[in-house]
């Protein structure tokens, strides 16, 4: 019995020796007794996981001093790099992982100085062979000669500012270890020219790299519970200037509001597959993925389909397709077809080697009327929408949010969440008293909503003065029927709101950058005229900060025209709908004019008798909390 015990105490001993070795070592060799009395040696193995890390470099700076401009000097520029490192496991010997590479640019106060065909600063991102990026999205890539006859390749950034995806879901593969380097470098260009434009001018930027794609969805900023307004302030985090949309307007803000709000802006209603454009030629048909579902869906035409271009990131999935090439000063697809496209003006047709090799793909037809109802779509799938994502569902519970019930959040405005009607409101909502003018049919080449007739409002009918203390559309149709109609519920959701009505000249607002149109017409307006009440509209800054920053320099009267990078501020500005409407602003130096947004994009005046669109405005309570929601049109956030 005694010698058993020993056996058993020694055996555990064994063990537990053997458990050391096992966990202490990667390779650990022991004795073990076999069955037929040898030794045998046994090797057991710990394998190691897959290792991926980033290194960044410091922070790009440029500030334009004098000696910037002196003649026949060289160009000041900055320069950092990012290290994307992978390293595999000691089992399979190798690994793949995605990355993305962002510049995200928190500062720029540069401009043109010769034209907008002429860049100032250019960047260019390079790995580390000396191969040259070249293609971004958004972003236009120029060759310039500079004042000392250099030749200098790179993307036009004068204006930019916000995130800039530089690599976007970037594979790499290591076996057993493998290091992406990139370095990027941005240049401001010295002409030789006068430049003083950007005396005293900085810009300040930084590289993001990282595993994940930096998200522009509230749900992933917030939980259930949290206070809305802070989840809004969330997303305008410095890290990620721009990512979301959200923009705060401190004095850090170039051409911003300076007034510590947090407002969204931007367009660009896109939609991208694997990071490249999806866009079909014909905008109000399901493939062109003209919204956000179409966009999930990502439509692709067949052969038996209209005369038609598509992008190649649709087009690529199909294996019936042909791609096209810049042939004898032509675009024809591979086979000798010349491309042609017979509508959308014209608009898709290839007439430039940039705009066909590579580029885009043909899909026949002689029946050019079969259009749109004959068209042979298959299911390509993946796309994603990349659209201002601050909807919110007012008024219903309901799922889906039924479209009457869709607002957008023009931003966090004196610590309240302000929200805007996304498409005009209709009768059913307002009444057809006080200020109801009728209704009238949206031209549908501006229109972006779904009404089919849209119903107007004067600003003033009753006493046709712009005083809008005395406006029934202000006192029946905003603050008595809309508020009646949404029930005591919803209505009980809307903070009492001081409304800055006193106004402004035209020169003063609607003929002015948005940032000067904000102090005129809420720091400084004409009059220190206020309104308490629930329900407002819009004001012409809150339409003219709605665009992307690159539209700030633009006057608010030339918003129907391009921004500073050449990209129609149409695209740029989430809250145009296409219909001409009511701004709250009035005209100080006319009694009977008030400012309103025109169906072409613009900001201009007009009698306060005749009759337009109208999107109710207002801020919700402090203390209301987010529930759930991504923000998006198909998935608007819902609230307490």
């Known amino acids: 019995m005694k010698n058993k015990k020993q056996a058993i105490i020694l055996s555990v001993i064994a063990s537990i020796a053997l458990l050391v070795l096992i966990v202490g070592a990667t390779y650990a060799y022991f004795q073990a007794s076999g069955g037929t009395g040898t030794s045998a040696n046994l090797r057991v193995t710990t394998y190691t996981t ?11 700076s440029i500030y334009a001093d004098a000696t910037s401009f002196a003649s026949g000097k060289g160009n000041a520029s900055g320069n950092t790099f990012a290290k994307a490192i992978l390293t595999a496991n000691n089992k399979t ?35 580390d062979a000396g191969n040259e990026i070249t293609s971004i999205n958004d972003l236009t890539y120029k060759t310039v000669t500079d004042g000392k006859g250099a030749t200098i390749k790179g993307f036009d950034i004068t204006t930019g500012i ?31 020219k006068d430049q003083s434009k950007n005396a005293g001018k900085s810009f300040n930027a930084k590289l993001i790299a990282q595993q ?44 911003g509001a300076n007034d510590n709000s947090y407002r969204y802006a931007g367009g660009d209603n896109t939609c991208t597959f694997n990071g490249e454009n999806v866009q079909g030629a014909y905008s109000n048909a399901t493939f062109g993925a003209s919204n956000e579902n179409d966009c999930k ?27 096209v090439t810049w042939t004898d000063g032509a675009c024809k697809t591979t086979d000798g077809e010349s491309v042609n496209v017979g509508f959308a003006s014209g608009k898709f047709n290839p007439v430039t080697e940039a705009t066909c090799k590579g580029k885009s793909y043909i899909v026949k037809t002689d029946d050019l009327t079969a259009r749109v109802a004959n068209l042979n779509m298959k299911y390509a799938g993946g796309g994603k929408w990349n659209g201002v994502n601050n909807f919110v569902c007012f008024g219903s ?65 009753a006493t046709v003065t712009n005083t809008w203390s ?23 959701k809307i903070a009492t709101t001081t409304w800055k009505v006193g106004g402004n000249t035209f020169d003063n607002i609607g003929s002015s950058v948005p940032s000067i149109a904000y102090q005129n017409e809420i720091v400084a307006p004409a009059e220190n005229t206020t309104y308490d009440a629930k329900i407002g509209l819009m004001y012409v800054s809150d339409y003219g900060f709605a665009a992307s920053p ?91």
């Open 50 to 60: 897959d290792v991926f890390n980033f290194e960044v470099g410091s922070d790009i």
């Open 93 to 127: 010997n190798t690994a793949t992982e995605h990355y993305y590479l962002y510049l995200n640019i928190s500062n720029n106060t540069f401009t043109y100085t010769q034209n907008e065909d002429t860049p100032e600063i250019l960047l260019t991102i390079k790995d």
């Open 162 to 192: 916000g995130l800039i995806t530089l690599l976007n879901n970037k594979e790499i593969t290591a076996s057993p270890q493998k290091t992406d380097t990139w370095n990027v470098t941005v240049t401001f260009i010295n002409y030789d």
């Open 212 to 255: 994940k794609e930096i998200s522009d969805s509230v749900s992933d900023y917030c939980k259930n519970g949290d206070n809305l307004a802070n989840c809004i302030i969330s997303l305008g985090a410095p890290d990620v200037f721009g990512a979301t949309k959200v923009y705060h307007h401190d004095e850090n803000l170039v051409n």
């Open 297 to 323: 869906k990502v439509y692709a035409i067949t052969s038996t389909g209209v005369n038609l271009l598509v992008d190649a990131s649709v087009t690529r999935l199909l294996s019936d397709e042909k791609p």
């Open 397 to 461: 519970s309901e799922t889906p949010c039924p479209t009457d019930n869709l607002y957008r959040i023009i931003g966090v405005i004196d610590g309240k969440v302000k929200l805007i009607k996304y498409d005009y409101a209709t009768s059913t909502l307002l009444g057809t008293d006080g200020d109801y003018s009728g209704s009238d049919t949206p031209d549908t080449n501006y229109y972006k909503g779904s009404l089919t007739s849209i119903d107007q409002y004067y600003w003033n009918n």
């Open 470 to 492: 005395e406006s029934n559309l202000n006192k029946i149709n905003l603050n008595t029927n809309f508020i009646n109609n949404i029930g005591s519920t919803w209505a009980n």
């Open 550 to 640: 690159s539209a700030w320099t633009t006057t608010l009267i030339f918003y129907s025209g391009t921004d500073a990078n050449g990209t129609s501020i149409e695209r740029k500005n989430w809250m145009y709908m296409g219909f001409s409407e009511w701004t709250i602003s009035r005209l100080s130096d006319y009694s009977s004019n008030a400012h309103f947004v025109t169906l072409h994009r613009d900001v201009f005046t007009n009698y306060v008798g005749n009759g337009f669109g109208v999107r109710p405005v207002f801020n919700l309570e402090s203390t209301v909390t987010y529930v759930s929601g991504s923000g998006t049109q198909s998935d608007p956030i819902r609230i307490n």
